[in-house]
Structures are given as structure tokens and as C-alpha cells.
T-cell receptor, first 116, second 116 residues
Framework: DGGITQSPKYLFRKEGQNVTLSCEQNLNHDAMYWYRQDPGQGLRLIYYSQIVNDFQKGDIAEGYSVSREKKESFPLTVTSAQKNPTAFYLCASSIVGRASSYNEQFFGPGTRLTVL | GENVEQHPSTLSVQEGDSAVIKCTYSDSASNYFPWYKQELGKRPQLIID?????GEKKDQRIAVTLNKTAKHFSLHITETQPEDSAVYFCAATTGAGGTSYGKLTFGQGTILTVHP
């Protein structure tokens, strides 16, 4: 599995601490996304970015922050303001701007965050 | 915004039987509908998709149908096998066919279990 990677696979955090999840892709994709996955709730969009140095809030951005300083990287910080951070976090990427077809999203392997 | 409802949440079938998962969407402008399969502990992967100008699409044992009038689409798996056991997610977007950002809205997921 190359292409899009996430680290670490498992992450434990104490309450009140910020933690940063890594997402890297070598697919030369312009767009990157962060999703949160909870049982029975599907995938919910946290943040997305279409281009370097630009990003937008998704449906559940509160308590999270991101940066997009490089095309290949889109780290997600889970802050202490996120009240229920225990979840499985998935990063994805896609190309942007092909008029003839939809731009499939490719997912990373995910990071499971547990707050102790 | 778009809302996607997926049913059933769990589905249990015997090997060789057919399985059907249904989704409804709210935004009549949605024009692309992918289905993702997520095996236990792995990343979601695209298995089939359909555009709004097509009513049905098949790929070996899987097929997807779309009813734009009723705003629902379905995944059909025939001759199920134990390796089909996974979580299946439907999704919808208005971002196909142009330079629009491809924001996906996911359904809640269906846990499919195929018993040998």
C-alpha cells in the first residue's frame, strides 16, 4: 500500500492534550480531506483542501485544525476543545479539475485515536 | 446541504444469495454516486459508481441502479461469497463533470455478513 499514508496507526491521548495526526500522499493530488468515522455514522467530513495554503471547514470542524503548507501533506490537529475525540480518522486525496469525470477519492489506512 | 440515508444498517445472507443495499439522497443536483467497501481494519475502497445520466451499471457480480426521480440508488450483489463480508458505504456529490470540488456525503454504512 503506497500512495497515501497515515501515521501513527494507533494513538492514545490524555484529556486536555492536543494531538496531531499525519497524512502524506505521493499521488500528486491537489485535494486532500479528513474524515471521522464512528460506528453507525458513516464518514463525516472534518476539513478539506483543494490547494496548498488553502482549506475549508467540513461538516464537523469544531475542535479540529489543519494546515496545508505542502501539496503532499495535510496534518490534522485534534485540540482539547474537541469534546469526544475518540474515533477512527481517515485521510483521503483526489485530483481536482478534470472536467470529464469525477475525481475518485483514495483513502489512507487510518489512525485510531483513543482518549484516556 | 446534501443528506444521504442508507438502509439497512446490518444485512446477513447465506453464501450464494443476493444482497441489496439502498440509499436515498436529498439534493436533486447530485450527479455522482460511488459505493465504497471497507473490510475490517482496512481503508475504504471504491467498488462501483454511477453518474446521474445512467440508470444502471454492472461489474461482474455487483450492480448499481439509480432512480433520479425518486432520488434513490441501490447496490446489488449477486452470488454472495464470504469475502464480500464488509461495511459498505454509499455516497453522493454534486461535483462530477466539472471543476467543482468533489465533496462527498456518505451514508451511515451497512455491515454485510455472508455466512458460508
Amino acid at each position: 500500500d503506497g500512495g497515501i499514508t497515515q501515521s501513527p496507526k494507533y494513538l492514545f491521548r490524555k484529556e486536555g492534550q492536543n494531538v496531531t495526526l499525519s497524512c502524506e500522499q505521493n499521488l500528486n493530488h491537489d485535494a486532500m480531506y479528513w474524515y471521522r468515522q464512528d460506528p453507525g455514522q458513516g464518514l463525516r467530513l472534518i476539513y478539506y483542501s483543494q490547494i496548498v495554503n488553502d482549506f475549508q471547514k467540513g461538516d464537523i470542524a469544531e475542535g479540529y485544525s489543519v494546515s496545508r503548507e505542502k501539496k503532499e501533506s495535510f496534518p490534522l490537529t485534534v485540540t482539547s476543545a474537541q469534546k469526544n475525540p475518540t474515533a477512527f480518522y481517515l485521510c483521503a486525496s483526489s485530483i481536482v479539475g478534470r472536467a470529464s469525470s469525477y475525481n475518485e477519492q483514495f483513502f489512507g489506512p487510518g489512525t485510531r485515536l483513543t482518549v484516556l | 446541504g446534501e443528506n444521504v440515508e442508507q438502509h439497512p444498517s446490518t444485512l446477513s445472507v447465506q453464501e450464494g444469495d443476493s444482497a441489496v443495499i439502498k440509499c436515498t439522497y436529498s439534493d436533486s443536483a447530485s450527479n455522482y454516486f460511488p459505493w465504497y467497501k471497507q473490510e475490517l481494519g482496512k481503508r475504504p475502497q471504491l467498488i462501483i459508481d454511477i453518474r446521474s445520466n445512467v440508470g444502471e451499471k454492472k461489474d461482474q457480480r455487483i450492480a448499481v441502479t439509480l432512480n433520479k426521480t425518486a432520488k434513490h440508488f441501490s447496490l446489488h450483489i449477486t452470488e454472495t461469497q464470504p469475502e464480500d463480508s464488509a461495511v459498505y458505504f454509499c455516497a453522493a456529490t454534486t461535483g462530477a463533470g466539472g471543476t467543482s470540488y468533489g465533496k462527498l456525503t456518505f451514508g451511515q454504512g451497512t455491515i454485510l455478513t455472508v455466512h458460508p
